[in-house]
């Protein structure tokens, strides 16, 4: 006040609106909060929360390291020399599962890759022995690695490395399929299972070959062009495609291959405009993991899903999951597909919206909001509404449309349940049945119960006060 | 002549940003050439056209920084520039930036330039707002009630730890740079502040101190509990603070309930420790009233005391019976039984004095009674009483029907955020009635109702009007008869 001379005071009001009305009439310019009651049942925790006097800093402190985080592809290797991955172990996406929840797309893909790794003869035999416990699984995250949709990963399988030069950390994802009848989808049928052994024995070491000769390859800086250029990171990735691409090239042609192979790979990778998804993933992930193990942060650090539970983790909390029951996508179906043919909600994508693009940033992929189900209003009021759920912004990821602001990043989980808005996810829909593979696209939220739990745990976190 | 070429990797910026980025470094004096940009292979040639070394290895997604200066001092401030425009963000404008309505606090003070937020919400999640507001550096006034005392010793050890205060929770008033916020007088702004644990109290104040000419422009409210043994003055102190460092304040006053022992000693170090005089106007049994307190601290910014006005006829006689006190503020319920106790002996109210008897739950009268109509257990589920006056409109109508009742007290509190026109409403009731009826009038007048009007309208009716407190309480006192006195058998 010793500061503020008559006339210059602004004044925010969350609550009656007669105070606002006061304040007005006295001159006074105001900002009202449209203020509705937290989701019923989490007040105390969201009090005791909000009152952690580490909440603010910690989140800052989180958000900082989200943002300086680095992203470079630097190798492409199969799964067992870059993650060590042994014969019959094998990941997927999202929180931990057994097999008896397991969803169909998710036993799919986990049948394809007992096939594709020459385990048994017949899918059959692979889902036997799948349910008798001869193969052991778990979530991708937990290596520090993420698949986009079943999200299945088996030791031969060529994994896309990134490094972050700023917190010398690792992270890895599968390569793309493309879309329709692919793995990631749970189809295993033989032409599936065909192109992995092509991608394996060519793409892979093509790709080996081209990254280690141009890399280390800036992702962040491709993503950061190609959120300029009408891509939002999940469901569009057509100019960060090429631009990677772009990168390859020289060295792919130089590379002495046979030019039918380096004439199938650039058609396998120009073909495919979300090739660049697996490789927006890990390094999303490695901005995320920067922020995460930060003590009272309530930021936001995975939101991942495997076809039956979403599961989220926040910073303050490290590695623990929250989970609830995973939704369907509401969206467009391909050929005669339609709702009851649509999987719940599958995937590791969902680490773009949690760093900040996919429907994070709708605003800038104006192309798609038909796809996912709106118009053009209703992007820009997406990520408007993004904003508001986040603790800061990434200003090395500028939205020309928001006037170059920088993308919403650091989901609060605080901000969650305080307003009763989810963060929107852009996703694929895989069939429910294994083996159909892609059957739409569109939109999709978090059950709203992963963030009651995470907030209840962040609550007994609070040390007591002094 | 200096020259500066660096490379900046992985800070990719579009190339419009950085172009009008360099055309600002060109401006600046003693710089002769800059070239912010991306390392494209077009730019490095631009920067070796310029005479730049060319750096060893760039990528396009790198950034060059080239600039040449008269001097040192030259490259460093357009460096200090550069780093000033890639961080600034940019101004919020167009549709993108206001589009939504804020959801949360923090949201609505990123749209926004306040450093003040205002709270009104349910007292069960009022904490969490609050936090909200202290978490985006504001100030915050937490009008709402019922507030756990550990939520509000926890907002207050965070606003310590960001250098920003909590007025509340349960701050009825507050003004801040001559602005009103909750329920408040227009004041005429002066050299007086206040640092008030009571609502009702501190815009008795005000009024008194504006009837009597003096000013006030700031008035922090610090919430009835900031100077108990638990919250330990923390406002208060944080308040005196601020208020201190305002050279346009000659004088702070301190308005509450007497502090538990060592939290008073606390406030009358800190103040001692001003260079503002502070006068701490403590009220309770055995110290000067509201009424007197304004008297003080008018004789000390130097202005004349008046004084405060009464409307209204004359006296009627005394008639034996009850003093019945109807109040919306509960420093004016506390103040007006603390006198009245000094005739009457124990009162009955449902905010007793020490020694006064605890109404019943359905707080039927017992001999001289007082209600405080404002009270947190009113007001759950209910508007305030100064907004909503049904409720003791009712119980006036009982009152003046009841037999054993002599006098009726009411107060009227006036400002923004009040009731348009209580006196009409009151005046209906107040004409009908045998009873008479001393009404503690609180205003200004610069308050929406007038405090002229409300009087008039009121003594129109048969009232008789105070715009003291404790001389409406006398008053009324005076015309209860003899034998309703402690001291008559």
Not at chain 2, 450 to 465: D, K, M, P, S, Y
């Amino acid at each position: 006040m010793t500061t503020t001379p008559t006339g210059d005071l602004t004044v925010v009001t969350a609550g009656a609106a007669m105070f606002a009305d006061t304040l007005r009439s006295q001159g006074v310019a105001t900002t009202e909060v449209s203020w509705l009651p937290p989701v019923a049942g989490s007040e105390g925790a969201l009090t005791s929360v909000m009152l952690d006097r580490r909440r603010t800093a910690a989140n800052a402190q989180a958000l900082d390291a989200m943002t300086a985080a680095g992203a470079s592809l630097v190798d492409v290797r199969p799964a067992r020399d870059a993650l060590g991955l042994d014969a019959g172990h094998f990941l997927h996406a999202g929180p931990p599962i057994d097999w008896e929840r397991m969803s169909g797309p998710l036993r799919g893909a986990l049948v394809g890759a007992v096939v594709y790794e020459g385990l048994v003869e017949t899918p059959e035999q692979a889902e036997r022995r799948l349910a008798a416990g001869d193969f052991s699984f778990e979530p991708a995250h937990h290596l520090g690695a993420v698949g986009p949709m079943a999200g299945v990963v088996s030791p031969s399988m060529w994994m896309f490395e990134l490094h972050d030069d700023v917190h010398d950390r690792r992270s890895w994802c599968s390569l793309n399929e493309g879309l329709g009848k692919v793995l990631r989808y749970g189809a295993y049928s033989p032409d599936v299972i065909d192109r992995l052994r092509w991608m394996g024995d060519v793409l892979g070491p093509a790709l080996q070959t081209a990254t280690r000769s141009a890399g280390p390859i800036d992702v962040l800086a491709i993503v950061a062009q190609m959120i300029q250029m009408g891509d939002e990171g999940h469901n569009r990735n057509r100019a960060g495609t090429l631009m990677l691409l772009k990168e390859w090239l020289p060295a792919l042609i130089r590379s002495g291959l046979p030019t039918d192979d380096v004439a199938a790979v650039v058609e396998f990778v120009s073909g495919n405009d979300h090739f660049f998804l697996n490789v927006v993933m890990p390094a999303c992930k490695l901005m995320t993991v920067a922020g995460n193990g930060v003590p009272g942060s309530t930021v936001v650090t995975t939101m991942a899903r495997n076809g039956t539970d979403f599961g989220i983790q926040v910073s303050g909390l490290g590695d623990r999951w929250f989970t609830g029951p995973a939704q369907v996508a509401e969206g467009l179906y391909l050929a005669n597909f339609g709702p009851d043919d649509a999987n719940p909600d599958i995937g590791d994508s969902a680490i773009t919206e949690t760093a900040g693009i996919g429907g994070f940033a709708m605003a800038t992929a104006p192309a798609i909001v038909r796809f996912v189900g709106g118009t053009v209003a209703d992007a820009l009021a997406t990520t408007r509404r993004m904003y508001d759920l986040c603790v800061g912004e990434n200003r090395r990821w500028a939205l020309p449309i928001m006037d170059f602001r920088g993308t919403p990043t650091g989901i609060d989980a605080t901000s969650v349940l305080r307003t009763g808005q989810l963060p929107q996810i852009n996703t694929g829909m895989a069939g429910r049945v294994a083996g159909v593979g892609q059957v739409g696209a569109g939109l999709v939220s978090p059950p709203m119960e992963c963030f009651e739990a995470a907030v209840e745990g962040l609550a007994e976190a609070v040390p007591p006060t002094a | 002549m200096t020259r500066t070429v660096e490379v900046r990797s992985g800070a990719y910026r579009d190339s419009v940003g950085l172009m009008q980025i360099s055309t600002q470094l060109r401006t600046l004096p003693g710089v002769e050439a800059a070239l912010v940009a991306m390392a494209t292979e077009l730019n490095v040639e631009l920067l070796d056209s310029m005479g730049f070394d060319r750096p060893a290895s760039t990528s396009p997604n790198d950034m060059l920084v080239a600039i040449e200066a008269a001097d040192d001092d030259a490259v460093a401030e357009a460096l200090r520039v550069l780093e000033a425009a890639l961080t600034a963000a940019p101004a919020p404008g167009g549709e993108g930036a206001t589009d939504v309505a804020p959801p949360t606090v923090l949201a609505a003070a990123r749209r926004s330039p306040a450093r003040l937020a205002l709270i009104s919400t349910p007292g069960a999640v009022a904490a969490i707002d609050a936090a909200d507001a202290l978490g985006a550096g504001l100030d915050v006034m937490v009008f709402s009630d019922n507030v756990a005392v550990e939520h509000e010793i926890a907002l207050k050890e965070m606003a310590a730890d960001n250098g920003l205060l909590v007025m509340g929770p349960d701050c009825g008033t507050a003004v801040i740079d001559g602005i009103g916020l909750g329920f408040a007088n227009v004041v005429r702004p002066g050299p007086v502040a206040i640092v008030a644990a009571s609502g009702t109290g501190a815009q008795h104040l005000m009024a008194l101190l504006d009837g009597a000419g003096v000013g006030v422009t700031h008035c922090v409210g610090v919430g009835g509990r900031d100077l108990s043994d638990q919250v330990r003055g923390r406002s208060t102190l944080a308040a005196l603070d601020r208020l201190d460092a305002d050279d346009s304040v000659t004088t702070i006053v301190v308005v509450s309930k007497p502090p538990a022992d060592d939290v008073a000693d606390l406030v009358t170090a800190h103040a001692d420790g001003l260079r503002t005089p502070t006068v701490l106007g403590y009220l309770g049994p055995g110290r000067p009233d509201i009424t007197a307190t304004a008297q003080r601290v008018v004789e000390a910014t130097g202005a004349t005391w008046q004084q405060p006005r009464r409307w209204g006829g004359d006296a009627p006689l005394p008639r034996d019976g009850d003093l019945r006190g109807l109040f919306t503020g509960g420093t004016l319920c506390d103040e007006a039984m603390l006198i009245a106790t000094q005739q009457l002996g124990p009162l009955a109210s449902n905010i007793p004095l020490a020694g006064g008897t605890r109404l019943d739950a359905d707080l039927a009268s017992q001999g001289h009674t007082f209600i405080d109509f404002g009270d947190d257990q009113l007001t759950v589920g209910r508007p305030h009483p100064m907004i909503d006056p049904t409720l003791r409109l009712e119980r006036l109508a009982v009152e003046v029907a009841d037999p054993s009742c002599a006098v009726v007290m009411l107060d009227v509190v006036l400002g923004h955020g009040a009731h348009t026109d209580q006196a009409t409403d009151l005046a209906a009731a107040i004409r009908d009635a045998d009873t008479p009826v001393v009404v503690s009038l609180v205003g200004t007048r610069d308050d929406p109702q007038g405090i002229e009007a409300q009087a008039q309208t009121l003594a129109g009716a048969g009232a008789i009007v105070h715009a003291s407190n404790a001389a409406a309480t006398r008053e009324a006192l005076s015309l209860l008869g003899q034998h309703a006195h402690k001291d008559m058998p």
